[in-house]
T-cell receptor, first 114, second 110 residues
Framework: NAGVMQNPRHLVRRRGQEARLRCSPMKGHSHVYWYRQLPEEGLKFMVYLQKENIIDESGMPKERFSAEFPKEGPSILRIQQVVRGDSAAYFC????????????FGQGTRLTVV | SQQGEEDPQALSIQEGENATMNCSYKTSINNLQWYRQNSGRGLVHLILIRSNEREKHSGRLRVTLDTSKKSSSLLITASRAADTASYFCAPMDSNYQLIWGAGTKLIIKP
């Protein structure tokens, strides 16, 4: 049972380009969370998704950021027209929808905007 | 999501000593989880304590939870150099979302 898979591990984009980050949850998990971690800071919640639904996007910037978790395939975090301030590590976690279960994290995608 | 708070922000101790990290939160929770993050790496789940539990052990780890004070502590006994990492507590709120703080940076000196 593979863990949470994120790809790419490292992504370099020029300002103004688009960044697409992928997250494949653990088998059997239908809940995905995205977090952003700035250098030397803790994790900041971005969005919580279930299959085909956004449950809570209160941590997502209002512009340029979007997320989806389609019925088939990985969850995608999309950042349009990236800026230097978007440089961070983006972590995805998945869990099954049972109370008192842990969330499993991927290794993260380190986005660098140049 | 409201953030939890870890205390202290940084902790440096000698190898072999015990390390205690504290966590406070603001909302009601289903459970509270502790994670470790080695520099530049992903997060590793350490231990989960349910809201109706007061203490839990796993190897050299001991976690306590006081829901009346909305606080938890993580104790690492007989610390090792490999324990050097950032430690995050993540309360899971009633909406099943994890609430994160900035973490405690633990350094174990040989």
């Amino acid at each position: 049972n593979a863990g949470v898979m994120q790809n790419p591990r490292h992504l370099v984009r020029r300002r103004g380009q688009e960044a697409r980050l992928r997250c494949s949850p653990m088998k059997g998990h239908s809940h995905v969370y995205w977090y952003r971690q700035l250098p030397e800071e803790g994790l900041k919640f971005m969005v919580y998704l279930q299959k085909e639904n956004i449950i809570d996007e209160s941590g997502m910037p209002k512009e340029r950021f979007s997320a989806e978790f389609p019925k088939e395939g990985p969850s995608i975090l999309r950042i349009q027209q990236v800026v230097r301030g978007d440089s961070a590590a983006y972590f995805c976690a998945s869990s099954s929808f049972f109370e008192n279960t842990e969330a499993f994290f991927g290794q993260g995608t380190r986005l660098t905007v140049v | 999501s409201q953030q939890g708070e870890e205390d202290p922000q940084a902790l440096s101790i000698q190898e072999g000593e015990n390390a205690t990290m504290n966590c406070s939160y603001k909302t009601s929770i289903n459970n509270l989880q502790w994670y470790r993050q080695n520099s530049g790496r992903g997060l590793v789940h350490l231990i989960l304590i349910r809201s109706n539990e007061r203490e839990k052990h796993s190897g050299r780890l001991r976690v306590t939870l006081d829901t009346s004070k909305k606080s938890s502590s993580l104790l690492i006994t007989a610390s090792r150099a490999a324990d050097t990492a950032s430690y995050f507590c993540a309360p899971m709120d009633s909406n099943y979302q994890l609430i994160w703080g900035a973490g405690t940076k633990l350094i174990i000196k040989p």
